[in-house]
T-cell receptor, first 117, second 110 residues
């Protein structure tokens, strides 16, 4: 398996622009997580989906952030409008969670480094 | 508030030493605890996952223990190698939430 795939790997944009980050989870995994990592705040969970349904979005910082998972193999995290303080590395992770094996062991993608100028 | 802390923040050891990394959590009602390593500019790689009902997990030179009552987990690395140099993070699952520690930055010197 190719693992969790994220695109783009790097994104540089100007303040006010819309940014869309993409994630393809590991095939067969039914949970997907979006994280943000900064030097100041470390790794923070933004939102997670189970079977394509958002379960907990309490970590989403503001209404400017939105996430979707239209199917089991694709998710997007959108920031509109972007601000310089959104600059961070955004990680996507996936996990296989079933009633018989609720491990929640997470596998991370390589991340998208976002710079908003 | 559910918080996860890790000590030390950074550690530098000569090759071959056995070492222990510590993770502490404030709320003992955890679902599981997972240890990761992160190389500079890379994503996180899962090392070990311990369920709340377990006491330890082992993988190769790595051994992770869990003591829920005291709110602690340790990651033991035996016979450290320069390739072990990375940042090690622990993550605790509480209900629907995942809380990460700030990490311990490990340097193993040849």
């Amino acid at each position: 398996d190719a693992g969790v795939i994220q695109s783009p790997r790097h994104e540089v944009t100007e303040m006010g622009q819309e940014v869309t980050l993409r994630c393809k989870p590991i095939s067969g995994h039914n949970s997907l997580f979006w994280y943000r990592q900064t030097m100041m705040r470390g790794l923070e969970l933004l939102i997670y989906f189970n079977n394509n349904v958002p379960i907990d979005d309490s970590g989403m910082p503001e209404d400017r952030f939105s996430a979707k998972m239209p199917n089991a193999s694709f998710s997007t995290l959108k920031i509109q409008p972007s601000e310089p303080r959104d600059s961070a590395v955004y990680f996507c992770a996936s996990s296989s969670v079933h009633d018989s094996t609720p491990l929640y062991e997470q596998y991370f993608g390589p991340g998208t480094r976002l710079t908003v100028t | 508030k559910q918080e996860v802390t890790q000590i030390p923040a950074a550690l530098s050891v000569p090759e071959g030493e056995n070492l222990v990394l510590n993770c502490s959590f404030t709320d003992s009602a955890i679902y599981n605890l997972q240890w990761f390593r992160q190389d500079p500019g890379k994503g996180l790689t899962s090392l070990l996952l311990i369920q709340s009902s377990q006491r330890e997990q082992t993988s190769g030179r790595l051994n992770a223990s869990l003591d829920k009552s005291s709110g602690r987990s340790t990651l033991y690395i035996a016979a450290s190698q320069p390739g072990d140099s990375a940042t090690y993070l622990c993550a605790v699952k509480y209900g629907q939430n995942f809380v990460f520690g700030p990490g311990t930055r490990l340097s193993v010197l040849p």
